[in-house]
């Protein structure tokens, strides 16, 4: 991919500025800075800033986006805990909590799950999932777990060193030989239980 413009809702992304921007795309980072010293309620409750005025006065609204984004990832036993003392995939969880707590159309995950063990990474896919359900929820996500690429996205973007390979639904782009050609490695494909395809890459 080489050039091209960037529409967020209908609006040119170079013409918005810092506040509105962060109200309409929020990010969890594959590696985030670490608020030492602030709780995981207060890095929540950061998501709802750019919502706010000069003065960042939460309103009882505001509170209430943190209490259901603390409780939907399942933080809330944690809220009073300072981030210094969580594990990495627990961090992880509190930024995405942040993120959802932004409330925004957009948002972009880079390599979201790469610090969660299975169970983590599942449920935090499978909240996605529901949020998209739940309100207008646009996410985009870079990833090398093709498996996961797999089973939750609607539509995959193929990339090779930057250029668009192939984009449609999964089961159309997600082919053994495209998928050859990108990784370097055969792969193999089956297919689950419960019906959803899977990748492995073969040996030797």
């Not at 390599?111 to 996605?128: G, I, Q």
Request: net charge neutral.
């Amino acid at each position: 991919m080489r050039g091209g413009n960037v529409s967020i809702c209908g609006q040119d992304a170079s013409t918005l500025g810092r506040r509105e921007y962060a109200t309409m795309v929020a990010m969890v980072a594959q590696r985030s800075e670490l608020a030492r010293g602030f709780s995981v309620r207060e890095v929540v409750a950061m998501g709802r800033a750019p919502h706010q005025g000069a003065w960042l006065r939460a309103s009882h609204r505001d509170e209430q986006w943190v209490e259901e984004a603390l409780t939907v990832c399942r933080l809330t036993p944690l809220a009073e805990r300072l981030l210094d003392e969580l594990s990495g995939g627990q961090v992880q969880r509190v930024h995405l909590a942040r993120a959802l707590c932004q409330r925004t159309p957009v948002l972009l995950l880079d390599e979201m799950a790469a610090h969660l063990d299975v169970r983590h990474a599942v449920a935090a896919y499978t909240l996605l999932k529901q949020q998209q359900s739940a309100r207008p929820l646009a996410c985009v996500a870079v990833m090398h777990d093709l498996n996961a690429a797999a089973r939750y996205a609607d539509q995959v973007v193929l990339l090779d060193h930057g250029e668009v390979v192939a984009a449609g639904p999964p089961r159309q782009v997600m082919t053994e030989n495209q998928l050859a050609a990108v990784y370097r490695t055969p792969i193999i494909s089956a297919e689950a239980a419960d019906g959803q395809p899977y990748f492995v890459a073969r040996a030797g």
